[in-house]
């Protein structure tokens, strides 16, 4: 397992590629958020070097709640996509908009799967 850690926005540089290029796939296992945001957003692209902003190659979008007095926010919030993982053919990359502390933790894919 591979762990990828983003501590601030990055949207600014259009996210960190977890593959090594587009011809490296990936799966996702967990995303691991250190620091919760109200409405902070992570956006996992199945392609290495995606344009912020863009909706086409979006794996996975997780958008955290919105935080009040009713609704606080519990610590770290962990993104489980399972056994099998998430699988990102062409790389992947992961952009957030927020300081949040975000951990990924992802693997080269085994096809086989």
């Known amino acids: 397992m591979r762990v990828t850690y983003i501590p601030s926005s990055n949207t600014a540089t259009n996210g960190v590629a977890l593959g090594s290029d587009a ?3 990936v799966r996702v296992f ?3 958020v ?3 945001v109200n409405a902070g957003n ?6 290495t070097n995606p344009v912020n902003g863009a909706s086409t190659n979006i794996a996975a979008k ?3 709640p919105t935080f009040s007095t009713t609704n606080i926010n519990p610590g770290v ?3 489980d996509f399972g056994p099998g993982g998430l699988p990102l053919a062409q790389g992947g990359n992961v952009i957030i908009d927020q300081t949040m502390q975000v ?3 992802w693997e080269l894919a085994d096809n086989s799967q």
């Open 23 to 25: 011809n490296t796939d």
């Open 30 to 32: 967990k995303i691991l």
């Open 34 to 36: 250190g620091a919760p």
């Open 62 to 64: 997780i958008t955290l």
């Open 77 to 79: 919030y962990v993104i």
């Open 42 to 47: 992570i956006f996992v692209y199945s392609i």
């Open 103 to 105: 951990s990924v933790i």
